[in-house]
């Protein structure tokens, strides 16, 4: 059985099919056509709707000696979705709001009013999609969990495509919303909580091997609450598929039309879905959302945390989930080749027990994981960046946001202290890891460079002599992202800019376009 | 507003009418957007036994069909009928102007995804997996994809074509210097939101009831009727809204429209056809890439003395309307600039593609960006300022007026537009800055450019140059407006009725448009070449007129008004009679209008003035005006990498009086940023077997918007009437801002040059993918090493 609350209403489902989307529930079982398919493959944002999650449990479970979530400060959390991937057995627990519940009396919200007043719709089709993106965003503002300046209204809007209006009108109306602070949902946000934890509380929802009986026999969605019971799932249904934001898997159902027989979402697994902060160690749930990390991320890996924003869309981050990235095993994963440099360590569970691996040791072949049968990622473990330790994350790809990489650089970098002084041998590099996405069919250190570093320097002479060895450690294929060529000449200049970005020869505005953009921007 | 020249406008404005033309009204269908209870056809209620639609598709690019086994297709879950060519009562081949687009492959694949065959099922699931089962083989043949190879063979699928006026090979011998290049221009996919969709339900009279995504209605009725062997009365064709279409559902929306007719047909049952994103992209034409050529002789002050232009349309598998679109390519192989010889020739190359269709530009984009890269070429090779050498051979005076198909140009708002851009972006101060920064940064370099367009408005096939209009005044004073122009976001129904709210003195809310309908008005022309205002805008001028003055008649018969004190204004009738000035309100006119037995319903007509052209001699004006602005773009690129930024744009773009700001400057943004889109990261790959490998948004990237300038100064030129007699002396705005983007592109080879100290352009094909823009530093950064080392040696 699955509840949920549209919008104020109480849904219970008794059969749902684990293919099912929320986007196909909405259109074709409740007739509900505000929200659109673009392109059922949460690439374009026409079909966003916002859900509502009460995260107080989950993050209850930090560790008592680590940091409090900012997440925590709002009873309620809003976060933007594409309906076109989400599976509808998912929803559990969580509150869906769409374009239909946002006028009041036959008023207009003021994400909408504000959308009219600038233009910011043409063809209209986009823009239930883009009037949703920016609700989430406007709440999450008012929550203090967003900020209003442009770049976080970029990158709100960032998983919505717009043919038509070239977005100026619609971030002019994104600006204009702010004069606005209160809206039905703030004010019955209370009632919400209280009738998503009457769901939550539902017995049957803990026990862990109950879900949704398929229409089929032997069809099933399983949602379990702890790494016990879902390792136990695992074993009983040998051929089931685990499912956390499903923006992979997702595809599956609506591009090669797949119909599953049975999965096991880990969204409700209690032990993958927290956070643990210590003082040596990030544990991340394999379950935890790019978005849901990236406050303890941006606050020991900065360079990671500005990674995630090039990571898919805002939709994509709300929904994809670390583990899912690593267990993918795609060697254009983003997240990989920083937890390669970083020396990250899996933790591994099925019935048998746990283990804990390398994380180097995980990738065996293209696509192809160290993980068991029976055996799912726990949690991702990431020791913390000691004294003297550096980390540069460098993405390149066609589009700035929501693009999948040409390719991923990331060098990890320890060096000697600072003696002082003229002491030129000071600074050696003591330790190096440097680990590329997009340039072999895993996710890869770059072994034979690193070694041409190791005790070096780091100086210019250095990395050009270290990036003619790139070649051997790499042998990138041309493809529909860019040629081999270009993703071994750009990795290569990218230590470069590893390199000039440590010395600081060049102010930051001379350096990256990044900092060079924001100057403008705030002209 | 008192401009003596249009007095009998003026006299009929008035500042208290809400929503007369001039005023930035909001979208018609505004609200409804953002609540979404806008409509398209796939929100539309579901008839009773509606069945869905899908295509089985060929495997191949090229080859010859010797087995179709549709067995599995037809046993599979839901599936009610399958349909092939033999099924088809009327005619198959739905090309568009010339045959060559068979419905369903005829015996031999043209291009990789073609469909075979069409399938009806209960859901659009079972439709589409059953779509999957077909048992076919293919007898397969090498494709050809290249369309320089396709020229050498001789593969074309219309004859070469070429402009001609004065000897440019002689010219360009006499002249001091000579340059030329070649450029290869990618082509680019619509990405409309909402993807082809159709509904068909057979009606109770043999004929068919059709809701379309479509730009043209009439041609949509048109094949349906012929493919059925129905007359062209039986079918009624819909089209509310497009959730975008910019050329994309001009002509490669009807075939899945006479697909959904041609199930429904057999089954008798309502069957829609919504194709999946994936296959829309495969399916579905784009705009055409081209490789384009010039040679150039040109003297010391960069002055043109004669051109010689080659483009090559890549056309695809059929002709569809790459005819006109390779034309207007060479109608814009001049842009703003005065070619004093010039030989002009277009080919249509033939590949084993889809077929490249009408999108935004039509040709023109492609066309202007060979000369604009000559321009920058020219500059760089004489060491001067791209604007200078830009403004050195705009269109100018008397000597300077004549395009390379004889029609003369009037040059005074280009040269204008030009000026005031140049001061309002302070070009040269930030050509200094620039400057200055990129001599103390290494690695990340700043481009600057200014590039102006000119666009013909009219379509150059002159037929398509009419439209009609249906008006019917109720007995409330509410009007009910119909035009033969479709919405597809870009405000036309908002325009049209500002247009009439103009002419009978009503507010704006008054006036009700509702679908366009092909029932409502008939033969229309596709709402395509930025003229739907401009047609549809005069159509309903028109009927607005009748009606207004057999409203005034009414008052001179029955109420013995003095025709010259009649007044129309602000939703009231002003006038005298023996007994008084007298004022009554539109809606008691109407009313009274009604009890006279007056009719309240007319139907307008409007048809392009002053054009002609005679394609034999390729001469004439086949434009009725063009349209003018100018954009200044700066990039900031890292040359590390290849990555790069669009700092900040400036556009003065010149709409006439324009219908409506708001939504003009709306037109102005958007196709500003889907230009830029197109030279910049909107990459179509095909492999070598021609399978389109860029299928959906995770691979085919249009701007985000965080892709759009943080600085985005966009302005209208004021007190501009257009000086023909269109709409309300406004201009046409749907497609002349799209090429204002080539400023970026002219911008990034800006940038890219500085690395050689702006003494080399190394060529940069679009589009200019941070790739690209990597190897066209490379080559530069080489160049300039080259030419140290030689000046080095004595």
Known sequence: ?523 | MTDTRFKSDAALKTDTLKGATGQSMQHESAVKHVTGAALYVDDLAEPRQLLHAAVGQSPVACGIIRTLDLSAVLAAPGVAAVLTLADIPGHIDIGPVFPGDPILADGAVKFHGQPLFAVAADTLDNARRAALLAHVEIEEAPPLLDPQEAIARNQTVRPVHTMQRGDAAAAIAKAPHVLEASLSVGGQEHYYLEGQVSMVAPTEDGGMQVWCSTQHPSEVQKLVAEVLHLPIGAVTVETRRMGGAFGGKETHAAQWACLAALLANKTRRPVKMRLPRAMDMMLTGKRHAFENRYRVGFDDSGLLLGADITVIGNCGCSPDLSDAIVDRAMFHADNAYFLPAATITGHRAFTNMVSATAFRGFGGPQGMLIIEKAMDDMARALGKDPLEVRKRNLYQGPDRNLTPYHQTVSSETLTKVIQELEISSDYWARRQQISDYNAGSPLLKKGLALTPVKFGISFTVQHLNQAGALIHVYTDGSIHLNHGGTEMGQGLNTKVAQVVAEELQVDLQHIHITATRTDKVPNTSPTAASSGADLNGQAARDAARTIRLRLAEYLVEQQGALRDSIRFANNQVQFENSSGAHCMSFAKLAEAAYMARVSLSATGYYRTPKIHYDRNTASGRPFFYYATGAAVSEVLVDTLTGEYRVLRVDILHDVGRSLNPALDKGQVEGGFIQGMGWLTTEELRWDEQGRLLTTGAATYKIPTAADIPPVFNVALMEDQPNEEATIYHSKAVGEPPFMLAISVWSALRDAISSVADYNINPPLDTPATPERVFWAIQAAQQAAATHRNGANTP
């Open chain 1, 1 to 523: 059985m699955i509840q949920f609350l549209l919008n104020d209403q109480t849904v219970t489902l008794h059969a749902v099919a684990p293919s099912m989307s929320v986007l196909q529930y909405l259109r074709t079982v409740l007739v509900q056509v505000g929200t659109k398919e673009g392109c059922a493959a949460g690439d374009c944002g026409a079909c966003t709707v916002v859900l509502g999650e009460v995260l107080g449990e989950v993050w209850d479970e930090l560790h008592p000696q680590g940091q409090q979530s900012a997440l925590h400060s709002s009873p309620l959390h809003y976060k933007a979705v594409n309906a076109c991937i989400t599976p509808l057995a998912s929803l559990h627990g969580k509150q869906l709001i769409t374009i239909e519940h946002l006028q009041q009396g036959g008023s207009l919200h003021p994400v909408q009013q504000a959308m009219v007043d600038c233009h910011g719709s043409q063809c209209g089709f986009c823009t239930p999609g883009i009037v949703m993106s920016l609700l989430a965003w406007w709440l999450s503002v008012g929550q203090g969990t967003a900020s209003a300046d442009r770049h976080d209204i970029e990158l709100a809007l960032s998983g919505n495509l717009c043919r038509c209006t070239g977005y100026q009108p619609i971030i002019e109306a994104a600006q204009q919303t702010l004069a606005s602070t209160d809206d039905h949902f703030r004010q019955q946000q209370a009632d919400v909580v209280q009738q998503l934890q009457a769901l939550q509380s539902d017995p049957m929802d803990d026990q862990g091997d109950t879900g949704s009986e398929g229409m089929q026999q032997n069809v099933q969605f399983f949602l379990p609450g702890s790494v016990s019971a879902l390792a136990r799932l695992l074993e009983a249904h040998p051929q089931a598929r685990l499912v956390a934001g499903a923006t992979d898997l997702g595809l599956e159902f609506t591009q090669q039309l797949a119909q599953p027989d049975t999965l096991i979402y880990t969204g409700r697994v209690q032990e993958l879905t927290q956070v643990i902060d210590t003082p040596e160690q990030l544990i991340i749930g394999a379950a935890v959302t790019y978005s849901n990390a990236q406050p303890f991320l941006r606050k020991y890996f900065p360079a990671f945390a500005d990674l995630l924003n090039r990571l898919g869309s805002l939709q994509i981050r709300n929904q994809g989930t670390l583990g899912g990235n690593v267990a993918n095993a795609s060697p254009i994963g983003d997240t990989p080749p920083v937890l390669l440099v970083l020396a990250a360590k899996l933790k591994l569970t099925g019935t048998q027990g746990s283990r804990e691996i390398a994380i180097e040791d995980f990738f065996n072949g293209y696509r192809q994981t160290a993980l068991r049968a029976g055996e799912c990622i726990e949690s991702i473990i990431i020791p913390k960046l000691s004294a003297n330790t550096t980390l540069q994350v460098y993405k390149i790809s066609k589009r700035f946001e929501d693009d999948i990489s040409a390719l991923c650089l990331a060098i990890w970098i320890q060096r000697e202290p600072d003696a002082g002084g003229s002491d030129t041998e000071s600074r050696r590099v003591q330790a190096i890891r440097i680990a590329c996405g997009g340039m072999a069919a895993i996710p890869k250190r770059a072994r034979a460079t690193e070694q041409v570093l190791q005790g070096t320097l780091f100086s210019t002479a250095d990395v050009e002599r270290a990036k003619a060895t790139l070649s051997q450690d790499f042998q990138p294929i041309d493809d529909v992202r860019a040629s081999a060529a270009y993703r071994l000449a750009v990795a290569g200049n990218l230590l470069s800019r590893a390199q000039l970005e440590l010395d600081q020869a060049l102010a930051p505005e001379k350096l990256s376009l990044f900092s060079a953009v924001g100057a403008v921007a705030h002209d």
